[in-house]
C-alpha cells in the first residue's frame, strides 16, 4: 500500500512545474509528511484518515492557486478586458514621438511613448449619454494618478491629449486647461461598446 508521501507526490498537478514554487511546494509537503507520521499509522481511524486525505488536497488546491497567480511573467497577472491609456500627444511631427491616426478620421497625431494613466489608476467609470444615439465613458482617476494627469497636462495647454482604447486612439481633444481627477472616453459608441469599454477597463 502506498503511503501519504506518495499518494501526494501522485496527486499533485504542479510537480513538472519548474520554477519559484518548487520550494514551497516542497516545505508544504514536509509538514504534512511529518505531522502524518509523527501521529503515527495506528492513530488514525476512519474519520481522521478521510480529514489528513482532505486536508492534503487542500495543500495541492492551494499551490495550484499559487501559481495561477505568481507564475512567470504575465500568466498570472490579472488584467483587464479593455486596455486604456492616456497619453500626450503633439500636432507636429517630433523625433521619438509615434505616428496614429485619431478614430477613423484622417487626422494623424503625435504620440508621446508614455502613458499619464492607464487603468490601474482608474477609481471609477460609468456610462455617459452624449446624444440620442451617442454613448461615452466617464472615468474618475485615483488621488495619485489624478495629481500626475494634472501636473502632466498644465504644461501642455493648446497641445491634445490622446485616450487610447487597446492601443487605437479613440480621441485626442487640444486641452483648454490642465486635467486632474476625470476624464469622458468618447467615440461615438452604441451603449452596448460604451458598455464593454466600461465593464473592461476594470478588473471586475
Known amino acids: 500500500m502506498k503511503n501519504l508521501s506518495d499518494l501526494l507526490r501522485q496527486a499533485d498537478p504542479l510537480l513538472e512545474e519548474a520554477g519559484r514554487l518548487d520550494d514551497a511546494r516542497e516545505r508544504i509537503r514536509r509538514t504534512v509528511a511529518?505531522?502524518?507520521?509523527?501521529?503515527?499509522?495506528?492513530?488514525?481511524?476512519?474519520?481522521?484518515?478521510r480529514r489528513v486525505i482532505m486536508g492534503a488536497g487542500a495543500?495541492?488546491?492551494?499551490?495550484?492557486?499559487?501559481?495561477l497567480l505568481t507564475g512567470?511573467?504575465?500568466?498570472?497577472?490579472?488584467?483587464?478586458?479593455?486596455?486604456f491609456e492616456m497619453r500626450l500627444a503633439e500636432r507636429q511631427p517630433v523625433p521619438g514621438l509615434i505616428v496614429a491616426r485619431v478614430?477613423?478620421?484622417?487626422?494623424?497625431?503625435?504620440?508621446?511613448?508614455e502613458s499619464i494613466v492607464t487603468n490601474d489608476d482608474i477609481a471609477q467609470n460609468w456610462i455617459t449619454q452624449d446624444g440620442p444615439d451617442r454613448f461615452?465613458?466617464?472615468?474618475?482617476?485615483?488621488?495619485?494618478?489624478?495629481q500626475r494627469m494634472?501636473?502632466?497636462?498644465?504644461?501642455?495647454?493648446?497641445?491634445?491629449v490622446a485616450i487610447l482604447i487597446d492601443g487605437e486612439v479613440v480621441s485626442a481633444p487640444v486641452l483648454r486647461s490642465a486635467i486632474s481627477d476625470?476624464?469622458?472616453?468618447?467615440g461615438d459608441y452604441t451603449r452596448e461598446q460604451a458598455q464593454?469599454?466600461?465593464?473592461?477597463v476594470s478588473l471586475r
Open 196 to 200: 464593454r469599454i466600461a465593464d473592461g
Open 182 to 186: 476625470s476624464a469622458v472616453i468618447s
Open 59 to 67: 495543500v495541492v488546491v492551494s499551490l495550484i492557486v499559487a501559481g
Open 72 to 83: 512567470s511573467g504575465d500568466r498570472g497577472t490579472l488584467r483587464a478586458a479593455v486596455r
Open 103 to 113: 478614430g477613423t478620421s484622417d487626422r494623424v497625431i503625435y504620440l508621446h511613448p
Open 136 to 146: 461615452g465613458i466617464s472615468v474618475v482617476f485615483s488621488p495619485a494618478a489624478a
Open 34 to 49: 511529518a505531522a502524518a507520521s509523527t501521529a503515527g499509522p495506528r492513530s488514525f481511524g476512519p474519520v481522521s484518515r
Open 150 to 160: 494634472r501636473q502632466a497636462t498644465a504644461t501642455h495647454i493648446g497641445r491634445p
